[in-house]
Nanobody, 122 residues
């Protein structure tokens, strides 16, 4: 079992920045690829970014490429998502997830956090 707890969400104006964190506990953190997903009201949960176990490979959704950066600190069992140049359409609940590979598919992830709300005002 892996327990995941997100933090760092909040309200920010368009063009601003936020840094999300995900604290992991349980099994060896480095063994898991990690991902960030988001879900806006009335929409399906969608892929945002993913990173492999040792942090060497990252993947991003086209909608966030160049604005968001995923990173991990395996010594501290922590995942981060630095979000810059935020837009109102980035408003959503953001979830971190742990799985076997850094895929963009929800089904590839076995463990999920409870989510943190990000609201971007125009």
């Amino acid at each position: 079992q892996v327990q995941l707890v997100e933090s760092g969400g909040g309200l920010v104006q368009a063009g601003g920045s936020l840094r999300l964190s995900c604290a992991a506990s349980g099994r060896t953190f480095v063994n898991y690829a990690m991902g960030w997903f988001r879900q806006a009201p009335g929409k399906e949960r969608e892929f945002v970014a993913a990173i492999c176990g040792y942090g060497g490979a990252t993947h991003y959704a086209d909608s966030v490429k160049g604005r968001f950066t995923i990173s991990r600190d395996n010594a501290k069992n922590t995942l981060h998502l630095q979000m810059n140049s935020l837009k109102p359409e980035d408003t959503a609940v953001y979830y971190c997830a742990a799985g076997d590979s850094a895929y963009h598919l929800l089904s590839k992830y076995d463990y999920w956090g409870q989510g943190t709300q990000v609201t971007v005002s125009s």
